[in-house]
T-cell receptor, first 115, second 114 residues
Framework: AQSVTQLGSHVSVSEGALVLLRCNYSSSVPPYLFWYVQYPNQGLQLLLKYTTGATLVKGINGFEAEFKKSETSFHLTKPSAHMSDAAEYFC?????????????FGTGTQLKVEL | EAGVTQFPSHSVIEKGQTVTLRCDPISGHDNLYWYRRVMGKEIKFLLH????????ESGMPNNRFLAERTGGTYSTLKVQPAELEDSGVYFC????????????FGSGTRLTVV
């Protein structure tokens, strides 16, 4: 069984400040990990993914995440927040190795960016 | 290429009524998924089609939900009769090769049952 925990349903940062959204996962097999973003009235958009290889993954819009197996974490970061980053962010996990294609999501983190 | 299209974007119905949600996947995508987010909770998997066949329907909550994908193109998700707890956002996604990192999601249908 897989599960995802996103710590903090709401996070508020100042424009230009570091963004850190936390995600911890539980998986009995090597996981594939994802971050999705949902802007208002839009669908879920893939920000970045970790499947295999390099544990620091870079995504769109300046976001990156690091897979830390020892900590079972996949936190999302961005060095400098922009107003346009305000959205809801979802961490998700699936089984690695191509054997799974069903995503298990966290409950989401609403990011607010203030001037 | 056109994305995944869902409609209606919003639906408000009374308890006991029937609602049908539709999803048009990206052309050529054999894999189609339905997910649901109940207010404030996580997005949960409902089911997965490969062409017209149900590959995995383990997430369907009960027999009031019926999903179809006739001809392997668009899919419908019918809720009959709707209950208050069915309210939420229903997402559809499609992928060409069935690998989860190739998903494209639609913008969702917000269903409100009153």
């Amino acid at each position: 069984a897989q599960s995802v925990t996103q710590l903090g349903s709401h996070v508020s940062v100042s424009e230009g400040a570091l963004v850190l959204l936390r995600c911890n996962y539980s998986s009995s097999v090597p996981p594939y990990l994802f971050w999705y973003v949902q802007y208002p009235n839009q669908g879920l958009q893939l920000l970045l993914k970790y499947t295999t290889g390099a544990t620091l993954v870079k995504g769109i819009n300046g976001f990156e995440a690091e897979f830390k197996k020892s900590e079972t974490s996949f936190h999302l970061t961005k060095p400098s927040a922009h107003m346009s980053d305000a959205a809801e962010y979802f961490c998700a996990v699936t089984q690695g190795g191509g054997g799974g294609n069903k995503l298990t999501f966290g409950t989401g983190t609403q990011l607010k960016v203030e001037l | 290429e056109a994305g995944v299209t869902q409609f209606p974007s919003h639906s408000v119905i009374e308890k006991g009524q029937t609602v049908t949600l539709r999803c048009d996947p990206i052309s050529g995508h054999d894999n189609l998924y339905w997910y649901r987010r109940v207010m404030g909770k996580e997005i949960k998997f409902l089911l997965h089609f490969v062409k017209e066949s149900k590959q995995d329907e383990s997430g369907m909550p009960n027999n009031r939900f019926l999903a179809e994908r006739t001809g392997g193109t668009y899919s419908t998700l019918k809720v009959q009769p709707a209950e208050l707890e069915d309210s939420g956002v229903y997402f559809c996604a499609s992928s060409q090769d069935g690998r989860s990192w190739g998903y494209t999601f639609g913008s969702g249908t917000r269903l409100t049952v009153v």
